[in-house]
């Protein structure tokens, strides 16, 4: 990237954080939703070291911000998170799936072929993963966060009477937009856990980071790679990379939206460093991102003050925050997990707008008339394909719960519309050559 790019990012962070730093702070913590739930199961297991994914996490914030200019989240690799925690992996399995993960993604940004694919894949099906992605997140949210509380139960603290008054207080930043409603979860949920912890003489204590080198071997790379490795690739290219850099574009137009390639050499980049040091596997996300912009992130100012909170608390208190964490209200996690997946359905709205960038290049475009600046919008047969080929692509994302299989459904779907026309192009092809001349 040009200097006088990284200049002019510099100055917007910097200028975004000075006139709205309540914003930028709230929308900084938004992804903790998705961050704290598989980061703290994942610890307790030992299979990551905290102060490890805190510090590395961190770094790559701040780096992120101050490249991109942009609020991309780092998160953990979801699938890989969720193979993890079921099998109990050590630390050297865990690492070989990241590792593995990221070096196919080096290789597909390097050769361009994560361009091409980003190049390949519909709008609709793109705009498919990301409201199916949505959907994912507020079933999940709902079936194990907040489904596991009583009215007055597992304790004062967390139950769903705090839920409701979380997702009450969510509604009122439709209104309200200016509030800090991440940041204000953040506090209270943090005072409840301090609280608990104190009770039970549990508070975290100073413990500087000692980087300590975790290097897969003999079985763990075949272990790592086909139990989880394999199922975080799809995932990895399709929502880590190819919807995060169409939902940058949607939500933050004002900024030049970085590329495919770039964001795939990121994530290569970000675990081929960290997964040597027990770090947990990451990635970007369209979920973190939708999360960051609705609680008011626009900036990359908002993942440098966050990357730095968690390199400081990652080097001098790390593994003893495992217990606090712990005690974090799942009431309050979970609306903010419902939040985020309520942000990014939103981006389906656009599909048959002037919001969807590729309608200029479509057939069958017709323009309003009776103004100077012409709308494209698609013919109604049009939309209602496109319309279809993205609600496959959510269907079978959520019923299969894999983006690869939505994906795929969603191609299929798109291909089907288009087949009558292929057929009768290639069948006046055929006739045009047989036909004798005059």
């Not at 359905?345 to 048959?352: A, K, Q």
């Not at 290049?361 to 309003?368: K, P, S």
């Not at 494209?376 to 269907?395: I, N």
């Amino acid at each position: 990237m040009a200097a006088s790019s990284l200049k002019d990012i510099t100055t917007r962070n910097l200028r975004t954080l000075r006139e709205r730093p309540l914003a930028e702070l709230s929308g900084a913590v938004g992804d903790l939703g998705t961050f704290l739930p598989l980061t703290i199961a994942l610890s307790i297991n030992g299979t990551i070291s905290l102060s490890s994914t805190l510090v590395c996490s961190g770094l790559f914030n701040i780096l992120t911000g101050v490249f991109f200019g942009i609020p991309l989240p780092v998160q953990p690799m979801k699938a890989i998170a969720a193979v993890a925690i079921a099998n109990t992996f050590n630390n050297g399995e865990i690492a070989a799936a990241g590792i593995s993960v990221s070096l196919c993604i080096l290789f597909l940004s390097i050769t361009g072929i994560l361009r091409w694919f980003s190049d390949t894949i519909p709008i609709p099906v793109v705009k498919g993963i990301q409201v199916g992605a949505g959907l994912s997140l507020i079933i999940t949210s709902g079936g194990n966060l907040i489904s596991r509380l009583g009215w007055i139960t597992p304790s004062w603290a967390d139950n769903r009477i705090w839920a409701i008054a979380a997702f009450m207080f969510l509604l009122a930043t439709n209104y309200f937009r200016d509030l800090p409603y991440a940041l204000v979860v953040l506090i209270v949920g943090l005072v409840f856990s301090v609280i608990l912890a104190a009770r039970a003489a549990d508070l975290p204590t100073f413990r500087p980071w000692i980087p300590v080198l975790s290097i897969p071997r003999g079985d763990e790379w075949r272990v790592g790679i086909i139990t989880a490795g394999i199922g975080q690739l799809p995932l990895t290219a399709l929502n880590s990379v190819i919807a995060v850099v169409h939902l940058a574009g949607d939500l933050i137009s004002e900024v030049e939206t970085p590329n495919v390639t770039d964001v795939g050499l990121s994530v290569a980049m970000m675990n081929l460093v960290r997964c040597w040091f027990g770090a947990m596997p990451v990635c970007y996300g369209s979920g973190g991102l939708a999360a960051q912009y609705r609680f008011g992130a626009r900036s990359g100012g908002s993942v440098i003050v966050l990357g730095l909170a968690k390199v400081g608390i990652g080097i001098f208190l790390g593994n003893t925050l495992v217990n606090l964490f712990q005690r974090f209200p799942l009431a309050l996690l979970g609306i903010m997990v419902i939040a985020a997946g309520l942000e990014l359905c939103g981006v389906g709205e656009s599909l048959n707008t002037t919001g969807a960038k590729d309608l200029g290049q479509m057939r069958g475009i017709r323009t309003l008339e009776g103004n100077e600046e012409t709308t494209l919008l698609p013919e109604k047969d049009e939309r209602k394909k496109r319309w279809a080929v993205m609600m496959v692509t959510v269907g079978f994302l959520v019923g299969f719960k894999n983006v690869a299989v939505g994906c795929a459904a969603g191609m299929l779907c798109h291909w089907s519309f288009l087949l009558p026309e292929y057929v009768s192009r290639l069948r006046g092809r055929r006739e045009g050559q047989i036909r004798l001349p005059d």
